[in-house]
């Protein structure tokens, strides 16, 4: 349960750096910046996987980019179901996406599978 109350709270963090960075993007309230978190993950357990699935012909032509496409449309899917959520078009989307895919995966560089911190030690002979 820590581990996926991090997570959340991870995507908070990625949510709310795109919304103070990307010009279009306005979440109003940190109750509505953790439901969102909250929404976005249970989004990208569900539907996420089944658009990948329709959608593998198109990814593997634009060599995974469309993937992007994908991210967007998931951050979109959370704006349309809150009201204090909004995303003003296609490229907010879309850069809002990067940040928050960004922000997660540089959290799970010292996130393990546990959803402790760890801190990973390299020894070179």
Known sequence: MPGFLLRVLVSAFGLWLAST???????????????AALLLGIVNAVVRPILVFLTLPFTVVTL??????????????VAFF???????????????AIIVGLTGWLAALYIGPSGRVEIKVVRRE
């Open 21 to 35: 960075i990307v010009p279009g993007i306005d979440i109003d309230g940190t109750g509505t910046l953790l439901l």
């Open 64 to 77: 995974g980019l469309f993937l992007l496409v994908i991210n967007a449309a998931m951050l979109g899917l």
């Open 82 to 96: 809150l009201d204090d959520f909004e995303i003003a078009g296609f490229f907010s989307a879309l850069f809002g």
